[in-house]
């Protein structure tokens, strides 16, 4: 059982930066492999990172270069560093967990959320023009 809450959220103006952070609760944290996903106003809920229990990454096309997944196994936390923001990244942000670690190396655009069983309860982003 794994139990996240998402904190950092807020607004920005476009070109900004935030960080999320995601806690994470259990021992089986390092071994899990981990995401961010996010849902736009009236759009489905999309990949944007996930990062394996030892540190690969993959990024959605839409935010590589200027969002960052990192993770530190030892603190159980999550992040997502977001830098050059743009309006279209305004969404409700939510970290996941894959406790099989099903989804490594999947491609941000055809990513199996269901592998995901863990979920935040999203932290809000609003980047304004």
């Known amino acids: 059982q794994v139990e996240l809450v998402e904190t950092g959220g807020g607004s920005v103006e476009a070109g900004g930066s935030l960080r999320l952070s995601c806690a994470a609760s259990g021992n089986t944290y390092s071994s899990v492999c981990m995401g961010w996903f996010r849902r736009a106003p009236g759009k489905e809920r999309e990949g944007v990172a996930t990062?394996?229990?030892?540190?690969?990454?993959m990024y959605a096309d839409s935010v590589k270069g200027r969002f960052t997944i990192s993770r530190d196994n030892a603190k159980r936390t999550l992040d997502l560093q977001m830098n050059s923001l743009k309006p279209e990244d305004t969404a409700v942000y939510y970290c996941?967990?894959?406790?099989?670690?099903?989804?490594?190396?999947?491609?941000?655009?055809?990513?199996?959320?269901?592998?995901?069983?863990?979920w935040g309860q999203g932290t809000q982003v609003t980047v304004s023009s």
């Open positions: 990062i394996t229990h030892d540190g690969n990454t």
């Open positions: 996941a967990a894959d406790p099989n670690c099903l989804t490594a190396f999947q491609p941000l655009g055809h990513i199996e959320e269901t592998y995901f069983g863990f």
